[in-house]
């Protein structure tokens, strides 16, 4: 099989996560998406890094900002290095992702939450030791 | 949508006409198949991953006693191992166009390249687990540390497969040529290397930068 099986408007072609669009083009347009997509996540990077030690902001701030860069850094890896788009020929790659993002969500926010109700309520350690003497 | 359809050979032939949105009609390429499945695994993997991020996080003040993130990490180390992973992504991008456009010299330099820097990656881990141990903060230590190299651990076994996997792909192409079932393999390749890149960035700034910063 190849790519030729395809029929209908090109405009309408899924397209492979990783791939970019099927039409021909440059390779120089592609280095240059690799490109924006390095320098855009050097600078989270360094900046991720800069925050994290820093003591001109308000400390609590910081895990947020943290949380906000990383996410952001995701972003950048998705588009520009998994070509993972919001065009038409990539909504079974971003259903995908979004079902995946759900679980991810559910499992952390869950375990965190059920894991530190648990710890709230449970009686300390020592105390329990005591009741088994 | 019209992969699966497109597998199983289902529908009549009225429904293959193009149709408005992504559904296309007709057959689809075996390349976009093989990378949609990809995806899919790849996705279970990074919820495979987050189930140790949930251990992670639960346990991350657990230290029964012993060192804590910001005596033992050494930020610098991460800077390092990050600039590494984060070259080595966009050299593997590199050796993926270089394999479409079947130019020699791009694909075996830029996989090249991505082996060093993932080689230089591991070292660097190799070397900080180990002097983490000779400091008595093995996995043994507490129930953070535990935490700690299973996730961390987990990755780098990630890092070690795709490498191994990375070599495969140069051999193969040697071997074989730019075939269009091998071409497919790199494209999972570097779907595999990219998404090892996404985890290490909530790694170094869930373990690595949080942790030290507490």
Known sequence: MSDSEQTGDPRNWDTAPGDEDLDGHEMAGDVGSYLVGLALATLLTVVSFFIAQTTLVWQPSIPVALAVLAIAQMGVHLVFFLHITTGPDNVNNVMALAFGVLIVLVLMTGSLWIMAHLNQNMMPMDQIMQMQR | ?214
């Open chain 2, 1 to 214: 949508m019209s992969a699966f359809d497109a597998a199983a050979g289902a529908g009549p032939s009225w429904d293959r006409q193009p149709t408005a949105g992504h559904a296309a009609g007709g057959l689809v390429s075996k390349r976009i198949i093989v990378g949609y499945g990809f995806w899919i695994f790849l996705l279970s993997d990074i919820i495979m991953f987050s189930a140790f991020f949930a251990t992670y996080a639960v346990l991350a003040g657990a230290t029964a006693g012993g060192p804590g993130g910001r005596e033992l990490f050494d930020l610098h180390n991460v800077a390092i191992e990050t600039a590494c992973l984060l070259l080595s992504s966009f050299t593997c991008g590199i050796a993926s166009i270089g394999a479409r456009a079947r130019r020699g010299s791009w694909f075996y330099g830029a996989m090249a390249a991505t082996l060093i820097l993932g080689a230089g990656f591991l070292f660097l881990e190799v070397r900080e687990f180990a002097g983490l141990v000779a400091r008595g903060a093995g996995p043994t230590r507490s129930a953070f540390l535990s935490a700690f190299f299973t996730l961390v651990g987990c990755h780098g076994l990630h890092v070690t497969a795709g490498l191994l996997w990375l070599l495969t792909m140069m051999a193969q192409v040697f071997a074989k040529g730019y075939r269009a079932d091998i071409l497919r393999r790199i494209l999972c390749f570097g779907l595999f290397w990219h998404t090892l890149d996404i985890i290490w960035v909530a790694l170094f700034t869930v373990v690595y930068l949080m942790g030290a910063g507490q």
